[in-house]
C-alpha cells in the first residue's frame, strides 16, 4: 500500500485545471484588443496606455479608474437553476457600471473565480459570460485567477469577484460638483433587478411564498428563475457615447449606478451638500418583479426604493435645456430612459413624489 499523497488527493487537480484554462485563454482573446500586450501564461497581464495617435489625442493628463464587486447572493439562483453563463455578465456589469459614473473608460477586466471542486463545464460557462460582458463593455479581459479550494464551499457552488481598471480624462471626471437646484435627473431603465436586492427577494419568493425556480408566474412571461437571472445591463457604451457627445458642453453633471441600497442610497453619493432630489414615480414603467415581490411579502414602498433598482438602472443629472436631447440619444442607442425628477435645495436626500 502506497501511503504517499499527492495535491490531487487532496481534491486539486491542477491538470484537469490547466486544460481548462487553455481553453479560457482562446476566449479571452476574443476580447484582446491593440493594447493588449500578450504574454501566454505570465503571471500578469500587460496593457499599453499608448498604442496609438487616438489615446495621446483624447487623453493629456490621464488618471486611472479602478473599482471592484461582486453579483451577491444573485449566485443562489444560478445554483438552483443550475445555469451559469451569464452571471458572469453580471459580475462585468457591477463593476465597470461603478466605473463610468466617473465618467471613466473601462480598459480590462480581471476576474476570480473560487470552486470546492472545479466542474470544467460550469467554468467555461462563467467565463463564457464574464467574456460576453467584456465585449459589452469594450474591454479586455485581461487575465484572472480560478482557485480549487475542497471542502470550503457546498458542492455544486462557487464564489466570483471582478475588478475593472478604466481611464479618465482628470479635467473630465464626473464628481458631482456641478450639479445645481433646477437640474434634471434623466433615468436609465434597467433590465429588472440587476444584482442588488437578491437576500430580500430569494427571503420572499423561495421561503415566504414557498415557491420554486421553474414556477411560471403569470406576470413574467417566463419562470421565476429566469426572471430573476436576467442580466445586469451594461451602460458603458450608450454612456460613454452621450458623455463624448455633450463633451465640450459638460452637460452631464452627475451619474449615480443604482445598485444596492436604491435610488434612496446612491443618488445622495454625488449629490453636493445644499442639494437633494425629487423622483416623481409616474414618469416610468416600474417591472413586475418588483410588484411581485412587494406584494407576496409585504414590503413597504419605501423600503424597496430603498432596496431595489426599481426599473432605474443608471442617473444622469444634466441641464434643463439638453435632458429631452439625451432621453433621445439613449434611446437611438438601444437604452429607453425618461425624465423622472429635478434637484431642489436639500442636504443629499431623495423625496418621492
Known sequence: ???????????????????????????????YGPSVMELPWGFAGLFSLNHNKIFKRNFTNPVLVACTDGVGTKLKVAFEMNKHDTIGIDLVAMSVNDLIVTGGEPLFFLDYLAFSKIDEAILLDI??????????????????????????YPEGEYEM?????????????????????????????????HSNGYSLARKVFFEKAQMKVDEKLSEFKCTLGEELLKPTRIYVKPILSV????????????????????????????????????????????PQVFKVVQKLGGVPEDELYKVFNMGIGMILITDRYFAPAIVKNLDKLGEKAAIIGHVV????????N
Do not use: H
Open 243 to 286: 458623455l463624448r457627445a455633450y463633451r465640450r458642453k459638460k452637460a452631464i453633471r452627475a451619474i449615480a449606478n443604482i445598485t444596492g441600497g436604491g435610488m434612496t442610497e446612491n443618488i445622495p453619493r454625488v449629490l453636493p451638500p445644499n442639494c437633494s432630489v425629487e423622483i416623481n414615480k409616474g414618469t416610468w414603467e416600474i
Open 161 to 193: 469577484a471582478g475588478f475593472a481598471c478604466g481611464i479618465a480624462e482628470k479635467n473630465r471626471i464626473i464628481n458631482g460638483a456641478g450639479v445645481r437646484p433646477g437640474n434634471v435627473v434623466v433615468g436609465v431603465f434597467s433590465s429588472g433587478m
Open 345 to 352: 435645495k436639500g442636504c443629499q436626500e431623495v423625496k418621492y
Open 1 to 31: 500500500m502506497n501511503d504517499n499523497l499527492t495535491y490531487k488527493d487532496a481534491g486539486v487537480d491542477t491538470t484537469k485545471k490547466d486544460r481548462a484554462l487553455e481553453k479560457i485563454l482562446k476566449m479571452m482573446k476574443g476580447t
Open 127 to 152: 467565463v463564457k459570460g464574464i467574456v460576453n460582458g467584456c465585449k459589452k463593455a469594450g474591454c479586455a479581459l485581461l487575465g484572472g485567477e480560478t482557485a480549487e479550494m475542497p471542502g470550503f
